[in-house]
């Protein structure tokens, strides 16, 4: 399906897709651009359901659900977080604001 | 139902896309709030195709982990304080890690059940995983490691900002020990990924990993925290995107590579607002306490134009007041 060097160009263009995005971003958005990139990694929840889905000991099915429910919370958790961080960019003009809701 | 897969692999395309636009979105002030309700599409897109996949197994558990963890994180970061927010990201950051760590950790014990079946002579009945390639066992082995490490690190990190644990510990020849204990960690995993998969030995990896990222970040000071987060973040991201090469999942592969790369950059800022480089954050523990590296971070804030417009835009007043650097500096 993926093999080698097919997997090796998704990682090099998705690095620099990352790393293009960020570059020029003002200092106030730092942290809410954590938050949201560490909303963005809890797609490791779908890793994580795949894993338990696969799981047949105990002793997987024991991790697998630690993983999904680790990864879960990191999902949740990170949207909630980010969702209250960005609400302080509601713009009090109301011009500003009309593609911001 | 030749179709479903590939409505699956649709819906995990349209969630990397959202993924990216999304970002994309929340890197400018005008559009951020956008941008993560566009993130959240995505990720409830890649959540409900994965359900759909058509050889899973556990179904009932996976919907009651999913449901009770995703309550469990709502609840609690509705209501935490808005200070307390850079510690909550910490440990949401620290579960992806520890999420990516436990995939790495259930595909590496499935591998080594099924050499055991192999060895006692009967026959191969583990999964879909048969036979594991190198490359395969060594991208589990590395996600494990870095997962690992961004797992303990960041409840660490949490720890520090919660006020839990306002003590450093610092002790003579502390980097040696701790070089010590990374490098035992990847020797292990080097012959866990050369195909000795036997359960002391990976159980002993992940210990001398969840030890690394301990030890590493509890010489360093609150004021720092948020540059280590950050760098744990890209830690993670690192992490999901080799789990995903593991389980051949392209969403994984590529939110994870791009938060990686985003997350790396990040730090990267956030170290040269504070003046300071990441080897200066991660290895210069100096600074006595929480409280007083606290001063340090407040108040020398190099600042360009674009940053100041911005903060004055969404700033609700601005005062401005000639002479407070003068009075300030009491000169």
């Not at chain 2, 002391?200 to 990896?205: E, G, M, R, T, Y």
């Not at chain 2, 000071?221 to 392209?250: C, H, K, R, W």
């Not at chain 2, 417009?309 to 000169?331: D, L």
Request: with cysteine; net charge neutral.
């Amino acid at each position: 399906m993926i093999d080698g060097f097919l997997a090796l160009y998704i990682f090099m263009l998705a690095a620099f897709t990352g790393y293009e995005i960020i570059a020029r971003v003002p200092v106030i958005l730092h942290t809410p651009l954590m938050s949201g990139s560490n909303f963005i990694h809890g797609i490791v929840l779908v890793g994580a359901m795949i894993a338990l889905g696969h799981a047949q000991t105990p002793v997987e099915i024991a991790i697998g659900c630690l993983g999904v429910l680790l990864g879960a919370g990191n999902a949740a958790g990170g949207y909630v977080v980010t969702e209250r961080m960005l609400e302080m960019f509601k713009s009090s003009k109301p011009a500003a604001g009309k593609e911001a809701k | 139902m030749a179709w479903l897969p590939i409505v699956i692999k649709a819906c995990y395309f349209l969630a990397a896309l959202l993924f990216i636009l999304g970002l994309k979105r929340m890197s400018s002030p005008r559009t951020a709030r956008g941008g993560i309700v566009w993130a959240g599409v995505g990720m409830l897109v890649a959540v409900i195709a994965t359900f759909a996949l058509p050889d899973m197994h556990n179904r009932g558990l996976i919907l009651a982990a999913v449901l009770i963890g995703v309550a469990a994180a709502w609840w609690s970061g509705r209501r935490v304080a808005m200070t307390a927010m850079p510690q909550m990201v910490a440990l949401y950051n620290g579960m992806g890690g520890g999420a990516a760590a436990a995939i790495g950790a259930a595909e590496l014990f499935s591998y080594a059940g099924a050499a055991v079946t192999l060895l006692d002579g009967g026959e191969f009945t583990a999964s879909g995983t048969a036979t594991p390639g190198t490359a395969q066992l060594a991208l589990a082995v590395l996600g494990a490691l870095i997962g690992s490490v961004s797992f303990s690190g960041s409840l660490i990190a949490f720890a520090k900002l919660q006020g839990w644990l306002d003590k450093r510990f610092v002790f003579p020849g502390q980097r040696a020990v701790n070089m010590l204990v990374l490098a035992g960690a990847v020797v292990l995993g080097a012959m866990i990924a050369s195909g000795q998969l036997s359960m002391p030995l990976i159980v002993a990896f992940f210990v001398l990993a969840l030890a690394f990222g301990l030890m590493m970040t509890l010489p360093i000071g609150g004021a720092d925290m948020p540059v280590v987060i950050s760098l744990y973040n890209a830690f993670t991201g690192l992490a999901v995107a080799f789990e995903g090469f593991v389980l051949q999942n392209e969403a994984m592969i590529i939110a994870g590579t791009v938060v990686g790369a985003a997350g790396t950059l990040l730090t990267q800022l956030m170290a040269k607002a504070m003046n300071r480089s990441i080897g200066n954050v991660l290895f210069g523990s100096f600074g006595a306490a929480a409280g007083e590296a606290q001063a340090i971070g407040g108040s020398q804030k190099p600042i360009e134009a674009s940053d100041a417009a911005v903060m004055m835009a969404y700033a609700e007043r601005v005062v401005i007041v000639p002479g407070y650097g003068m009075a300030g500096a009491q000169a």
